[in-house]
């Protein structure tokens, strides 16, 4: 530590949760409504609330961008499942990001793992820089912290973790260790695993962040972010931004969302026995070059998932690289019948995309390699249909993709 940087202490943890997981999922920011006993909670479409008095409110709402019942109600389902004493609702999960580097001053430096989602890179690279706040990007974040990071100017440590789309995992403990010394603050984007398989609080994070339109809500249909955090300068800092900038999600959406988080251990759960029977398939499959799954043994990281993730679990999300170039891994995806060629993840549905030319076609090839994400790659993400069907379909893509234009070719077949 140098001169002018202050260690950071742990904040107070939320109480330890009396329940289990599911029973959270299901009551947490679920009270029953007070005037008709409703189980579930009604809809708040009110963007303003009434005053007995000049500035003296019927109740806690005096305007919907500040507060509304169905954003704090899902608010206090998230922090309960993340371990969290708060949690604040956005209208995405790139308005959470830009809301918590937007709390940074100009001339802030960030260090981000490299391959991360495309649309946070945009932000970093072209957002953040517009404001003065430098990224430095790292294939190795464990083994180069401390390097990176720069005296009196780092003040934040952004991981995914598994990375987007390469499942790289980070040991989050250490990182925070290191960080911490220096008085930095870590965030960890745990969209991939959810809070069912992951809680980077209690692992040493600062901030943990998901973009609710994936697994937490798990329809499709919702487009929404949540920060967790224990701080109550944090959410002193992050409340005034969420009010000021106005990136707020609406009441239906939180009631969506709140809706879907009700099942998300049994979706979670059942999503990554998924990816683990397709994982197991990949990597006996002659067409395949590798497989990164957390799941499987072979995964260079896998002591940080038995360690970090529930019951070793290896999530819904995994990605491989396919013999036969960006060609073989674009029929693939035309080849599936169940998956579905389309971006985003964490549905009910399985789908399929080629990350090089879908989600990550704006980082620039050379670093896109470097981290691992070539145009050969295939990403999955396993939704909770039979986990039977999904191997056939992803096996039968595969000889479609890899093997019958060899049979052709011989044959002088042109297709």
């Given at each position: 530590m140098t001169?002018?940087?202050?260690?950071?202490?742990?904040?107070?943890?939320?109480?330890?949760?009396?329940?289990?997981?599911?029973?959270?999922?299901?009551?947490?920011?679920?009270p029953h409504d007070p005037v008709t006993?409703?189980?579930?909670?009604?809809?708040?479409?009110?963007?303003?609330?009434?005053?007995?008095?000049?500035?003296?409110?019927?109740?806690?709402?005096?305007?919907?961008?500040?507060?509304?019942?169905?954003?704090?109600?899902?608010?206090?389902?998230?922090?309960?499942?993340?371990?969290?004493?708060?949690?604040?609702?956005?209208?995405?999960?790139?308005?959470?990001?830009?809301?918590?580097?937007?709390?940074?001053?100009?001339?802030?430096?960030?260090?981000?793992?490299?391959?991360?989602?495309?649309?946070?890179?945009?932000?970093?690279?072209?957002?953040?820089?517009?404001?003065?706040?430098?990224?430095?990007?790292?294939?190795?974040?464990?083994?180069?912290?401390?390097?990176?990071?720069?005296?009196?100017?780092?003040?934040?440590?952004?991981?995914?973790?598994?990375?987007?789309?390469?499942?790289?995992?980070?040991?989050?403990?250490?990182?925070?260790?290191?960080?911490h010394q220096h008085g930095i603050m870590v965030v960890v984007d745990n969209t991939f695993l959810s809070p069912y398989i992951q809680n980077p609080l209690d692992h040493g994070a600062d901030i943990v962040v998901h973009s609710v339109t994936k697994y937490i809500n798990g329809h499709s249909d919702v487009l929404m972010g949540v920060a967790a955090f224990n701080s109550d300068e944090l959410n002193d800092r992050l409340t005034f931004l969420q009010n000021a900038i106005g990136a707020v999600p609406s009441p239906f959406d939180c009631w969506l969302a709140h809706r879907g988080l009700k099942t998300l251990h049994l979706r979670a759960r059942e999503a990554s026995t998924n990816a683990t029977s397709i994982g197991h398939a990949l990597e006996s499959s002659p067409n395949v070059v590798a497989v990164n799954y957390p799941g499987l043994k072979s995964h260079p990281q896998r002591y940080i998932a038995l360690k970090q993730h529930r019951d070793g679990m290896g999530g819904g999300m995994l990605s491989f690289r396919i013999k036969g170039g960006q060609e073989a891994a674009e029929r693939f995806c035309q080849n599936t019948k169940i998956f579905t060629l389309a971006e985003s993840l964490g549905g009910v549905e399985s789908l399929v995309e080629v990350p090089g030319s879908m989600t990550h076609a704006g980082i620039p090839r050379e670093q896109r390699e470097a981290a691992g994400v070539f145009d050969d790659l295939v990403r999955l993400s396993c939704g909770v249909e039979d986990a039977d069907d999904l191997r056939a379909d992803v096996l039968q893509a595969l000889e479609k993709a890899v093997v019958a234009p060899k049979i052709n070719h011989a044959n002088g077949i042109k297709r």
């Open positions: 001169q002018g940087e202050q260690a950071i202490d742990t904040p107070p943890r939320a109480p330890s949760p009396v329940h289990k997981f599911g029973t959270l999922a299901v009551h947490a920011g679920a006993g409703a189980v579930i909670e009604p809809l708040s479409l009110s963007t303003t609330f009434a005053q007995t008095g000049v500035g003296k409110p019927v109740g806690l709402y005096e305007y919907s961008r500040s507060s509304n019942p169905n954003r704090d109600n899902f608010e206090q389902a998230v922090a309960a499942l993340e371990h969290a004493r708060y949690a604040l609702a956005f209208s995405s999960g790139s308005a959470t990001t830009a809301t918590i580097l937007q709390s940074l001053a100009s001339g802030s430096h960030v260090v981000s793992v490299s391959d991360v989602y495309g649309g946070t890179h945009r932000y970093f690279t072209k957002v953040a820089a517009a404001h003065g706040v430098q990224v430095t990007f790292s294939p190795s974040i464990e083994i180069d912290v401390a390097e990176l990071i720069r005296p009196n100017e780092t003040k934040l440590i952004w991981i995914e973790s598994p990375s987007n789309p390469t499942l790289s995992l980070v040991d989050i403990r250490n990182v925070a260790s290191v960080a």
